[in-house]
């Protein structure tokens, strides 16, 4: 939909509306200088040019720290400097270069568990999966007592609390995925919060001064088979540098059947402490079960950056708050070989694309005859694929503090099959910026629908959450699933497609099959959405209640 066009000032009351969270039926008109650029600049060329190169061979999949990460984020800075940006990394610069720690841990091929005078062993990587929880050249826990502590999770807003106050120090904890999703009063039902991430366990047992989290792997509550897990958790793990938050010594995963035979062995019935756990008035059971386990580490300390550029805005009040595009720049890199051999993992979709995408915002809104009201910072974040780290390093160490950031939009892996009737964030239905995502799709005459998979935690793997932890309201814009001129299904049979064949694997390859107008229509999508965020009086907020709003209102008054 087109508008007429407008001032200056009309624009801003006009955003204003919107996002005063009306019911809205209607599209929100798009001032005909924001459609121009989004048109002109937003385009085939201007998105397939730098996928291109960043999923060249010569880039050698962008792994964290290699001369291609070094060549990407070179192309990404002087990209943005090229349209006239400001550098938007700390002291003047265009990167922020922080390190992150690879720990490589040597196992034993078995991990023994001893229940009255039985020894379970259970095998590396069929039953049992396990990473250090410690930067060190060893891990260890020795004869260390183990408790079934059901969900593993303090939650005052629910009124739940699995440790009931137990001293749960030195003990190796078994705790239950995802959190209790049978009750939609509850844990918001059926929507994996982050409670029922393990990230979230192995942090919270940290808390208890656990020993090690043992996390029971079921497919259907982590929302993926134990192959995911497998190859996952399995060879060099990179994280930040650990500071003085408490550190669980083995984060640890085993397989339903394996805990079975666990429990058994003790005389433990399964099923009854997993109905117990249900309840609000669980406690944690000691097993009366024992384990050793004992890791040596290798440890590597190496650096990869951040890219930035800046668009300060127009408005003086408002210029020193900030609108983050984000995308990681960041791939596998060179790994085991295909069937065909090849062993460059490209990242072409994921997650070239969403560069791309970045690129040509840059481009369109450093094109606006009129800039923002609010700065626009263009982030290209690193590390992403081992764990959101260059997002985590920005949250930790923003250029804009958290309360001054109005929102984070990002992009991770674009749309290749072309135009959809439908536009899918994630996530909706936890801020205000649902009303602005809604108005844009209407205006694109699309529907805008939230995350396909709510159980699977998406929220929570994408660089967006890194913005959430610290209150930014925040949302990736995904492809939409139901494809103009083709029947019902094909857009996710095209999805499900892509994660059985290329995900993660070295077919990850850019192709002349590809079909970019879908992309066009969502970088555009994300301009508006942007735009409109950007020229408010007031900034986005979380729904009442949401997870992430108590820390944003701590984040405001810390302005
Ligand atoms: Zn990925």
Redesign the pocket.
Known sequence: MISKRCGHRRMTALAAVILANVAMAHAVPIPSEVERVAKTYITRASLEAPIRFLASDALEGRGPATRGDLLARTYLATELQGLGLQPGGPNGQWQQPFDIVGVTAQLPKTWRFEAKGKAVDLKYHDEFIAASGVQQESAAIGNAEVVFVGYGIQAPEFKWDDFKGTNLKGKVLVMLNNDPDWDPKLFAGNRRLYYGRWTYKYESGARQGAAAVIIIHTTSSAGYPWQVVQSSWSGEQFDLPAGDEPHVQFQAWITEDATRRVFAAAGQNIDKLIAAARQRNFKPVSLGIRTSLHSQNKISRVQTANVAGLLPGSDPKLKDEAVIYSAHHD??GVGEPDATGDRIYN?AV??ASGCAQVLALARAMSALPTKPRRSILFLFVAA??QGLLGSEYYSKHPTFPSGKIAANLNY??ANIWGRTKDAVFIDLGKSTLDAVAHGVASSQERTDKPSQFPDRGAFYRSDHFSFARIGVPALSIDGGVDFIGKPQGWGKERVEEFEAKH??QPSDQIDDSWNYDGMIEDTQLGLYMGWLVAQADEMPTWKPGDEFEAVRKQALSAR
Request: hydrophobic residues 10%.
């Open positions: 791939h596998l990242g994921d997650n992403e694929e991770d892996s995900y993660h």
